[in-house]
């Protein structure tokens, strides 16, 4: 358990760290955002000047223009600033959002492929996003508002300096102080059980709605639980009525310390100028009626701080995952996209591979050996978790082996064009026309090359329903239309075939469809490829009669190499599974 100065250390480099990004990726807005504030909050010590010149003036019975003059543009210059800083910091969050967004892009279109597959990487990235979305726009306002308030908090402690004596201004800046620490550690304590407060408050309400709920008393009544659920309610409620009392009354006790400690500094200060108004020309009965107004303010304005300091504060948590994930951008990401050049990438020869996951010590892959020819159709099945998906991704150059080596002809780097059709395949809520470039998206449109290959996948008749290419497609825009789980499947097979790869992946694109419908699917899917080379992989093996070459996988291993009729021969696993099978497809 981490301890409490070290958790508050850890909050506030979250800050610091967030905020140096803040003005490294938007300097002169958010330069002019953090010091027009600043520079507003300062001159309240100029009105304070400008109060004392009028009631020394009014006291000697000499009332002048200028000094209220003064006072009126000083606060015209203050709401002048308001609305600036208002304006700026609205452009400062458009900026940083747009920022970190794309930084966060970035970071998610480089990432190792082997962290996608963390779930601590993948939590913290959805959380950096959040912050991003929702929590950034609060944060750079709590900002804001704190540094405006603590300028104007400085202005107290410089307009007591004027008075000359030393202990005037050490008095007013150790009550600032310590009423302003008083008042944050109260209000990050009470936020702190708010939150404490508000899953108790959850699990209160599933309960109180449990117990109400019909069918739930209906089995509660049987199993003679009523009196459980509800006594573990009552204690709930208890237990949150407790912590909200303990928090108020701590907040009130901390009141009457913070009111004790104003109360005293104020009778302090003034006894002591009272006392000192003939011995210098700096206390005036100006001076001590505008400092007073002022320490009398100093407690509305810290409780006004203490509210935005709080709350970024608590934000600093949200902030630890931002940080976190934008050091990604520093590591060196190695490459893991094939290299979609021309030149060929058959034959691939695979050799002795063996590959297991970062943070494991068991291998998924053990002694993988294989050679992808040109225009041969290959199948890798097993049944689920057999290594065949991992197998691909290494074969896609997404994941590198733990040890082995993958030659894609003569490179030992990814390298050539390939195609993917994955199970679940993307929808992209884009127009017909977008979905099928997104294949070869490098080059131009070619609407000839996309009639063919929607006839080939059989989408004609929807490009006819549809009434062209420019049609949106999904639910995202007005006038969109929606396709069936299967035009979705054909459309990812028709980009995959735009994309002229010598080598097309299909990663179990029917799993959900019925074994009969798979066959004349695969049937189709191999007239389709029949000029370049394919690997279909599946743990349904209807289909594999009509390919070229089945590897058989089984616990992370290629156990049985052949055509059908040869691993229908050897009896061993393949035959099994087969036998097991073959009634899906009378």
């Given at each position: 358990?981490?301890?409490?100065?070290?958790?508050?250390?850890?909050?506030?480099?979250?800050?610091?760290?967030?905020?140096?990004?803040?003005?490294?990726?938007?300097?002169?807005?958010?330069?002019?955002?953090?010091?027009?504030?600043?520079?507003?909050?300062?001159?309240?010590?100029?009105?304070?000047?400008?109060?004392?010149?009028?009631?020394?003036?009014?006291?000697?019975?000499?009332?002048?223009?200028?000094?209220?003059?003064?006072?009126?543009?000083?606060?015209?210059?203050?709401?002048?600033?308001?609305?600036?800083?208002?304006?700026?910091?609205?452009?400062?969050?458009?900026?940083?959002?747009?920022?970190?967004?794309?930084?966060?892009?970035?970071?998610?279109?480089?990432?190792?492929?082997?962290?996608?597959?963390?779930?601590?990487?993948?939590?913290?990235?959805?959380?950096?996003?959040?912050?991003?979305?929702?929590?950034?726009?609060?944060?750079?306002?709590?900002?804001?508002?704190?540094?405006?308030?603590?300028?104007?908090?400085?202005?107290?402690?410089?307009?007591?300096?004027?008075?000359?004596?030393?202990?005037?201004?050490?008095?007013?800046?150790?009550?600032?102080?310590?009423?302003?620490?008083?008042?944050?550690?109260?209000?990050?304590?009470?936020?702190?059980?708010?939150?404490?407060?508000?899953?108790?408050?959850?699990?209160?309400?599933?309960?109180?709605?449990?117990?109400?709920?019909?069918?739930?008393?209906?089995?509660?009544?049987?199993?003679?639980?009523?009196?459980?659920?509800?006594?573990?309610?009552?204690?709930?409620?208890?237990?949150?009525?407790?912590?909200?009392?303990?928090?108020?009354?701590?907040?009130?006790?901390?009141?009457?310390?913070?009111?004790?400690?104003?109360?005293?500094?104020?009778?302090?200060?003034?006894?002591?100028?009272?006392?000192?108004?003939?011995?210098?020309?700096?206390?005036?009965?100006?001076?001590?009626?505008?400092?007073?107004?002022?320490?009398?303010?100093?407690?509305?304005?810290?409780?006004?701080?203490?509210?935005?300091?709080?709350?970024?504060?608590?934000?600093?948590?949200?902030?630890?995952?931002?940080?976190?994930?934008?050091?990604?951008?520093?590591?060196?990401?190695?490459?893991?996209?094939?290299?979609?050049?021309?030149?060929?990438?058959?034959?691939?020869?695979?050799?002795?591979?063996?590959?297991?996951?970062?943070?494991?010590?068991?291998?998924?892959?053990?002694?993988?050996?294989?050679?992808?020819?040109?225009?041969?159709?290959?199948?890798?099945?097993?049944?689920?978790?057999?290594?065949?998906?991992?197998?691909?991704?290494?074969?896609?150059?997404?994941?590198?082996?733990?040890?082995?080596?993958?030659?894609?002809?003569?490179?030992?780097?990814?390298?050539?064009?390939?195609?993917?059709?994955?199970?679940?395949?993307?929808?992209?809520?884009?127009?017909?026309?977008?979905?099928?470039?997104?294949?070869?998206?490098?080059?131009?449109?070619?609407?000839?090359?996309?009639?063919?290959?929607?006839?080939?996948?059989?989408?004609?008749?929807?490009?006819?329903?549809?009434?062209?290419?420019?049609?949106?497609?999904?639910?995202?825009?007005?006038?969109?239309?929606?396709?069936?789980?299967?035009?979705?499947?054909?459309?990812?097979?028709?980009?995959?075939?735009?994309?002229?790869?010598?080598?097309?992946?299909?990663?179990?694109?029917?799993?959900?469809?019925?074994?009969?419908?798979?066959?004349?699917?695969?049937?189709?899917?191999?007239?389709?490829?029949?000029?370049?080379?394919?690997?279909?992989?599946?743990?349904?093996?209807?289909?594999?009669?009509?390919?070229?070459?089945?590897?058989?996988?089984?616990?992370?291993?290629?156990?049985?190499?052949?055509?059908?009729?040869?691993?229908?021969h050897h009896k061993g696993i393949y035959s099994n599974m087969y036998a097991l099978q073959s009634s899906w497809y009378k």
């Amino acid at each position: 358990m981490r301890k409490e100065g070290f958790v508050l250390k850890s909050d506030i480099s979250n800050i610091v760290m967030i905020l140096v990004r803040m003005v490294r990726k938007s300097p002169v807005i958010s330069t002019i955002t953090i010091i027009v504030p600043i520079i507003s909050g300062l001159l309240t010590f100029y009105s304070y000047a400008v109060q004392v010149n009028i009631i020394n003036g009014v006291a000697r019975g000499v009332i002048t223009l200028l000094p209220i003059l003064w006072f009126v543009v000083i606060h015209g210059v203050q709401a002048c600033s308001l609305s600036i800083t208002n304006l700026m910091k609205n452009r400062m969050n458009a900026e940083l959002t747009l920022a970190f967004q794309s930084e966060l892009i970035d970071i998610a279109n480089r990432v190792d492929f082997e962290d996608f597959d963390d779930e601590e990487f993948g939590n913290k990235l959805q959380r950096a996003k959040k912050v991003v979305g929702e929590d950034l726009e609060g944060i750079t306002g709590f900002l804001v508002s704190s540094v405006g308030i603590i300028s104007g908090l400085l202005s107290i402690i410089w307009l007591s300096a004027t008075s000359g004596y030393l202990l005037v201004t050490f008095v007013v800046t150790i009550m600032i102080v310590t009423t302003l620490s008083i008042r944050l550690f109260t209000e990050i304590k009470v936020r702190r059980t708010g939150r404490e407060l508000t899953f108790d408050g959850r699990m209160g309400d599933y309960l109180a709605n449990t117990l109400e709920d019909p069918n739930a008393i209906r089995e509660m009544r049987i199993y003679n639980s009523i009196s459980y659920f509800t006594n573990l309610w009552a204690m709930i409620m208890k237990k949150q009525h407790n912590k909200r009392f303990s928090a108020r009354k701590f907040e009130i006790k901390t009141g009457m310390v913070v009111a004790m400690v104003q109360t005293s500094a104020i009778f302090i200060v003034l006894v002591y100028l009272l006392s000192r108004m003939g011995e210098s020309n700096t206390v005036t009965v100006g001076t001590i009626s505008v400092l007073f107004l002022a320490l009398l303010s100093s407690g509305g304005k810290i409780m006004s701080l203490t509210w935005p300091l709080s709350k970024l504060y608590i934000s600093s948590s949200k902030l630890y995952d931002l940080n976190e994930v934008l050091t990604y951008k520093n590591r060196d990401f190695r490459k893991n996209d094939i290299n979609n050049s021309t030149d060929s990438m058959l034959p691939i020869t695979v050799s002795n591979v063996y590959f297991k996951y970062a943070k494991s010590n068991k291998n998924v892959l053990s002694n993988i050996n294989m050679t992808i020819k040109p225009g041969e159709k290959i199948a890798i099945v097993g049944e689920n978790g057999a290594g065949k998906s991992t197998l691909i991704k290494i074969l896609l150059g997404q994941y590198r082996p733990s040890s082995g080596t993958i030659c894609w002809k003569d490179h030992l780097e990814p390298h050539g064009k390939v195609s993917v059709v994955f199970q679940n395949a993307v929808k992209f809520e884009l127009t017909l026309r977008e979905n099928i470039l997104l294949g070869d998206a490098n080059t131009p449109s070619d609407d000839a090359k996309i009639l063919r290959v929607l006839e080939q996948c059989e989408l004609i008749d929807l490009l006819h329903e549809l009434g062209g290419l420019d049609v949106n497609l999904g639910q995202l825009v007005v006038g969109s239309r929606q396709l069936s789980g299967g035009q979705w499947q054909k459309l990812a097979i028709a980009r995959a075939l735009y994309n002229d790869a010598e080598l097309i992946v299909f990663d179990e694109p029917t799993s959900a469809i019925d074994p009969n419908a798979e066959m004349e699917i695969y049937t189709k899917l191999l007239e389709i490829c029949q000029d370049k080379a394919a690997i279909f992989i599946s743990h349904r093996l209807g289909w594999a009669k009509n390919v070229d070459t089945i590897y058989v996988m089984n616990n992370g291993g290629i156990a049985e190499v052949g055509n059908h009729q040869d691993l229908v021969h050897h009896k061993g696993i393949y035959s099994n599974m087969y036998a097991l099978q073959s009634s899906w497809y009378k």
